[in-house]
Structures are given as C-alpha cells and as structure tokens.
C-alpha cells in the first residue's frame, strides 16, 4: 500500500513512528507493507518518492523543524503543491492529518474530494471533512468504489465508531453517549479534587491537554463534532453543529461539584446523539453509571442497544501514538479489503 500523508504534525508522526516499529510485525500478522511515499506541509514543505520515503529520515527532518532537511535522493521531488501531490503521485491511500477547520473544512475538504476524483481511498483523523461533508464525502466514495475511513476522528486510537458500526451490527442502537473531551474531562476531576475552574483549566493547558485558547474544549465545541460524526455515521443523520444543544463547563463553580458530591453524583460533560438529534451539555451523573467513574483525560462511551442493553467503552481520546494507531487500524481495514 502507498500512502500520501497530507499533514505531518504530531498524529502523522505518530504513525510513521508506528509503521518504523512495527514494521516487520505487520508484514507477518497482517501481510502489510506499506510505503509512505508522499508527505505535505502547510509551511514546512513536501516530499514525494515514488519509491518511497525513508520514515527515520523523515522523523529527524520533522525534529528539526522542516523537510527541507530529509537528505537528497535520487527520484525525490521537493516542494510539490498537496493537489499535485495528490494528482500526480502513486498513492493508493491520501491519509489527511492537516489541521481541523470546523467553519469551512477547507482546504482539507478539497483535498479529500481530489484523492476520490483521482482514485484514492481516504482515510482521516481531521474532523471538519466529516463534519461538514460527510454524506457527500460518502456519495463520492461510492461513485469512485473506493473506501473512507476515519475512525481517528472521535476517540483517536480507541475503535468507539468501529464498535458501533462493525461490532454492534444486528443490534439496534437506540442512543450513543459519553465523555469525548479528554480536557474537560481531566479539568472536572481536578476539580473535584479541589480545584478551581481557573486552576484546573492552567493545569491542564500545563500539561498539553488544553490549547491556549481552550475555548473548543470547554465550551463543548469539540465533543460536539465528535457528536455529529457519531450521528451521522451510526444513524445516517442529517445533522450539524448548530442543530444541537451545546453547553461547556465553563459556569460550574466549586460549589456546583460539592452539591453533587454530597448527592452521590459527578459531573460530566456528556455528549448524547439519538436518531432524531443530540446535545453536549454538564450532566450530573449517579456512581452507579460507569461513565461517572471515567476520570482524569480517559475517554468513555456507552451505546444503548436493543440486543446487549447499554455497551460502553473507555480508553485513550488523544494523544500521538494513540491517534497514530486509529490510522493505522483504518488502514488495516482497507487494506484487508485491496
């Protein structure tokens, strides 16, 4: 399998740095050999071989801030425009990875569209695509016969879509909920550590869980779009951000988490999508609701099914390697398919 990858920040490290360690595993378990044979950049620039990049190469040249600094091979091409690239190259696969853009999905989304207009299957851990587009995105797959996957895009590495889609089929879903902000996640459990608002939200910017501005995480934007993502895949919604009820966590006071401790209860920002719609708003839990004993910047989801009652499912929400390995899975699963 050839792979463009459009984007190389810390999720298309994480799987070129998975495809260097494991690579002799995945040849023998799986028959899997895969060459990255193009990387593009927004400001950083882009490589294309034919033949296929050298990954530990391309690791160093990214630590050291710019391709330019991957050493001269005979057959590279430097500094090719992302829809060259994705026109003119041999990928079999264009894994999209560039930063998420939920107002427009742009350029992202164009891309996407140029890898399925250009025969490519599509893979992607960048939300706004899916967002905003996603039963086009769908409509233009079927027309090209050719896969998208983007199982990345709402638990990073933990298989929350997979689990709903492949795993829970022959049952009927009646709802998805669950903890899809590892941020506000780990900012209400130091808070019920004591905490206040303000020193939790530091602490967790400290430890990279929050951006500088964290307004994406605490005011619910982003397990938002992980919400409509789940909508639309698992119910065939038609549904979009501003359809949904979207309150963060950023009124809770001490107060607030002392009442529901004394009550037996926790807060959590739940995310909830029916077939009919969904919200993400604080929601006092009761201890006897597994979702209430997620904690710190752990992830957790909880489909409720006709067949198995409520199924949930808690693991990792972000982070490199864990993301790295939700493109991997997804890559796995077309390739099973090629």
Same mark, same amino acid.
């Given at each position: 399998?050839?792979?463009?990858?459009?984007?190389?920040?810390?999720?298309?490290?994480?799987?070129?740095q998975?495809?260097?360690?494991?690579?002799?595993?995945?040849?023998?378990?799986?028959?899997?050999t895969?060459?990255?044979?193009?990387?593009?950049?927004?400001?950083?620039?882009?490589?294309?071989?034919?033949?296929? @990049?050298?990954?530990?190469?391309?690791?160093?040249?990214?630590?050291?801030?710019?391709?330019?600094?991957?050493?001269?091979?005979?057959?590279?091409?430097?500094?090719?425009?992302?829809?060259?690239?994705?026109?003119?190259?041999?990928?079999?696969?264009?894994?999209?990875?560039?930063?998420?853009?939920?107002?427009?999905?742009?350029?992202?989304?164009?891309?996407?569209?140029?890898?399925?207009?250009?025969?490519?299957? @599509?893979?992607?851990?960048?939300?706004?695509?899916?967002?905003?587009?996603?039963?086009?995105?769908?409509?233009?797959?079927?027309q090209?016969?050719?896969?998208?996957r983007?199982?990345?895009?709402v638990?990073?590495?933990?298989?929350?879509l997979?689990?709903?889609?492949?795993?829970?089929?022959?049952?009927?879903?009646?709802?998805v909920?669950g903890?899809?902000?590892?941020?506000?996640?780990?900012?209400?459990?130091?808070?019920?550590?004591?905490?206040?608002?303000?020193?939790?939200?530091?602490?967790?910017?400290?430890?990279?869980?929050?951006e500088?501005?964290?307004?994406?995480?605490?005011?619910?934007? &982003?397990a938002?779009?992980?919400?409509?993502?789940?909508?639309?895949?698992?119910?065939?919604?038609q549904?979009?951000?501003?359809?949904?009820?979207?309150?963060?966590i950023?009124?809770?006071?001490?107060? &607030?988490?002392?009442?529901?401790?004394?009550?037996?209860?926790?807060?959590?920002?739940?995310?909830?999508v029916?077939?009919?719609?969904?919200?993400?708003?604080?929601?006092?839990l009761?201890?006897?609701?597994?979702?209430?004993?997620?904690?710190?910047?752990?992830?957790?989801?909880?489909?409720?099914?006709?067949?198995?009652?409520?199924?949930?499912?808690?693991?990792?929400?972000?982070?490199?390697?864990?993301?790295?390995?939700?493109?991997?899975?997804?890559?796995?699963?077309?390739?099973?398919?090629?």
């Open positions: 399998m050839k792979i463009a990858l459009i984007g190389f920040g810390n999720v298309g490290q994480g799987l070129a998975i495809l260097c360690e494991k690579a002799a595993v995945l040849q023998e378990s799986h028959g899997f895969p060459q990255v044979v193009a990387v593009a950049t927004g400001r950083r620039g882009t490589l294309y071989h034919p033949d296929g @990049l050298n990954l530990e190469a391309l690791l160093v040249a990214a630590s050291r801030g710019h391709l330019d600094y991957y050493p001269e091979t005979e057959g590279l091409y430097r500094n090719w425009p992302v829809p060259e690239i994705i026109r003119q190259s041999q990928a079999d696969v264009v894994v999209e990875v560039s930063p998420t853009n939920l107002e427009t999905a742009h350029p992202a989304l164009d891309y996407c569209y140029l890898a399925l207009e250009h025969g490519k299957h @599509l893979v992607l851990a960048n939300k706004g695509p899916v967002v905003l587009a996603y039963h086009e995105l769908r409509k233009r797959a079927r090209a016969g050719k896969q998208i983007f199982e990345g895009t638990m990073a590495g933990t298989p929350a997979r689990t709903g889609i492949q795993n829970l089929a022959g049952c009927f879903v009646f709802a909920r903890i899809l902000n590892g941020t506000t996640n780990y900012m209400l459990t130091q808070m019920e550590n004591g905490l206040s608002y303000n020193a939790a939200l530091a602490q967790a910017q400290q430890l990279g869980y929050a500088t501005d964290p307004s994406g995480d605490v005011e619910g934007w &982003d938002a779009a992980k919400a409509v993502i789940l909508a639309q895949s698992l119910f065939d919604a549904l979009s951000i501003d359809q949904l009820e979207v309150e963060g950023t009124h809770l006071t001490p107060g &607030d988490i002392r009442d529901a401790h004394q009550a037996g209860e926790r807060w959590k920002l739940i995310a909830q029916m077939p009919t719609g969904g919200s993400v708003k604080p929601v006092r009761p201890l006897s609701d597994p979702l209430a004993h997620v904690s710190g910047a752990i992830n957790a989801i909880t489909y409720t099914t006709d067949l198995l009652g409520e199924v949930t499912l808690i693991g990792p929400g972000a982070g490199q390697m864990t993301t790295g390995f939700a493109l991997l899975s997804d890559l796995l699963d077309i390739h099973r398919t090629m």
